[in-house]
C-alpha cells in the first residue's frame, strides 16, 4: 500500500501519548455506547489521545455515526475502507494512521472493556513494550470459538515459545517503537507478541474483562482456527529462519537422503540375503525417489536462499535491533528507534 503514509512522517506536535484503534464492521448499534465509554476512560488519563476508527466496509450506518463522531470531536479520526478488506487489514490501516507513543486497538461490539486500558498503560509503565490481554472469562460460544482457540492457543504457545494463554484478544498494548514497519496480513494480527520477543521486546499479558456480544452479530467462526494454524506455520519459519532457511530446507534434504541410503542399503541386504534383483524390489524405487526429492529440496533452499538476500538488501534491514546507542549516532538509513523486521 504505497499511497499510505506512516504516522512517523507527522511533525512530533501533532503526536499523541495514547492511540486506540478500533476496526468497526457493522457496528451501527454499539458505536455509540464504544464512543462515550472510551471518552470517559480516556478523559481520565490526563494523556493525549485519539481514536482511530476503522470502517472496514460497513453496510449500516456505522461509518455515517463514525463521521458524526469525528465533526464533533477532533480527536477521532476515521479510515474509510472502500469495501470489507477484513479485520487484519483494518487494524493494520489503524496502526499505519495512528500517532500515539502506545497502540492499543480493541474490538467495537463492546466484548472488550474500555476500563481495561488505564491497566494495561500501568503494566506498560513497568517497562514492558507488549502487554497482551488475555480474556480469561471469554464469554463466546463454547464449541466452536472458545474450544478452539484455546486449543490454537496452547499450540502457537509451544511452538513460538512466547508463553501467553491468548492470541486472539485484540485489546491489547503495543510500544510504538514495536509496530514501526510491521505489516500485517492474514490472520497475522494474533502473532505481533510473538514477533515482538523475536525482536527482542518485552511481552506479558495481564487478564481483561470480556462481555457477551450485545448488538449485531460476530462475523467469525470454526474456520478461523485453521487459518490461524496455517499462519502459525508460516510464522515459524519466518521467525526461526529467514536468516538461513537453508537450515531449514537443509534438514529435509538429509531426512530424504537417509530414507534413500537406508532404501538402497536394504535393496543391497536383500540382494545379497534373498537373491532379489532391484528390478523385483519395490524398495529400490523408494531409494530413488528420496534420492531425487533430497537434491530438489536442497536446490529449493537455495532458491530460499537468494530470496532471502534480496529481501534484506531490498529493504535495507539489519539481521539486528539496537535498543539503545550511547555516544554514537544512528546511521542513516536504519532510523533512530530499533526497526524490527517487516511481520509476514
Ligand atoms: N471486524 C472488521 N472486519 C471484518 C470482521 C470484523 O473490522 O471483516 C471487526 C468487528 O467489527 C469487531 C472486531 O473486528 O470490532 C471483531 O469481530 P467479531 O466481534 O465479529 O469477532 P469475535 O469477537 O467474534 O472474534
Ligand atoms: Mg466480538
Known amino acids: 500500500m504505497a499511497d499510505l503514509q506512516t504516522a512517523d512522517a507527522e511533525p512530533e506536535a501533532t503526536r499523541v501519548a495514547v492511540s486506540v484503534i478500533v476496526p468497526v464492521y457493522n457496528e451501527e448499534d454499539s458505536l455509540p455506547h464504544l464512543y462515550q465509554q472510551l471518552h470517559d476512560v480516556l478523559e481520565g488519563l490526563g494523556e493525549t489521545y485519539e481514536i482511530v476508527f476503522v470502517d472496514d466496509g460497513s453496510r449500516d450506518q456505522s461509518m455515517a455515526i463514525l463521521r458524526d463522531f469525528a ?19 483494518a487494524l493494520d490501516a489503524g496502526f499505519k494512521h495512528a500517532t500515539g507513543d502506545v497502540l492499543i486497538p480493541m474490538d467495537a461490539d463492546l466484548q472488550n472493556d474500555p476500563k481495561d486500558i488505564p491497566r494495561l498503560l500501568a503494566k506498560m509503565r513497568e517497562g514492558y513494550d507488549v502487554v497482551s490481554g488475555w480474556r480469561k472469562e471469554r464469554k463466546d460460544a463454547f464449541l466452536t470459538r472458545i474450544l478452539p482457540s484455546r486449543i490454537a492457543n496452547r499450540i502457537i504457545s ?65 474456520s478461523r482456527t485453521f487459518r490461524v494454524i496455517l499462519d502459525l506455520i508460516t510464522v515459524r519459519f519466518l521467525v526461526a529462519y529467514t536468516t538461513k532457511p537453508a537450515y531449514f530446507f537443509g534438514r529435509f534434504a538429509l531426512l530424504s537422503f537417509l530414507l534413500s541410503f537406508l532404501s538402497f542399503a536394504w535393496t543391497l541386504l536383500e540382494k545379497v540375503w534373498l537373491g532379489t534383483w532391484v528390478h523385483n524390489n519395490p524398495v529400490f524405487l523408494i531409494g530413488i525417489f528420496t534420492g531425487i526429492v533430497g537434491v530438489q529440496v536442497v536446490f529449493v533452499g537455495l532458491l530460499a536462499e537468494l530470496n532471502i538476500r534480496t529481501h534484506f538488501e531490498a529493504q535495507r534491514r539489519p539481521a539486528y535491533f539496537v535498543r539503545e546507542r550511547l555516544n554514537v549516532p544512528a546511521p542513516d538509513d536504519s532510523g533512530t528507534s530499533p526497526a524490527p523486521r517487516r511481520a509476514p
Open 71 to 89: 465533526g464533533r470531536d477532533k480527536r477521532v479520526r476515521v479510515v474509510g475502507f472502500r469495501r470489507n478488506f477484513g479485520q487484519t487489514a
Open 158 to 222: 509451544r511452538i513460538t515459545g512466547v508463553r501467553l494463554h491468548d492470541y486472539g484478544c485484540t485489546l491489547t498494548a503495543y510500544r510504538r517503537e514495536i509496530m514501526r514497519d510491521v505489516h500485517l496480513y492474514g490472520e497475522m494480527h494474533r502473532f505481533i507478541p510473538v514477533w515482538a520477543h523475536w525482536a527482542g521486546g518485552k511481552v506479558t499479558e495481564l487478564a481483561v474483562d470480556h462481555h457477551p456480544r450485545q448488538f449485531g452479530t460476530t462475523k467469525y467462526g470454526l
